[in-house]
């Protein structure tokens, strides 16, 4: 599993505010890496037929 996860993290660095960790407080940096995870994941639940 561990894996999986640093590959994960690996493709959320190409967001430039997560690997540059712009944000100031932890719970702003985890919302945005929330919805980065989100952007990344939504169109393998979208049916794009």
């Known amino acids: 599993d561990r894996n999986r996860i640093e590959r994960m993290f690996g493709h ?16 702003s940096f985890a919302s945005f890496l929330n919805l980065a995870a989100i952007r990344k994941w939504l169109p393998n639940f979208v049916n794009t037929a």
Request: aromatic share 12%.
């Open 12 to 27: 959320l660095k190409q967001f430039r505010r997560i690997a540059s960790r712009y944000d100031k407080t932890a719970l």
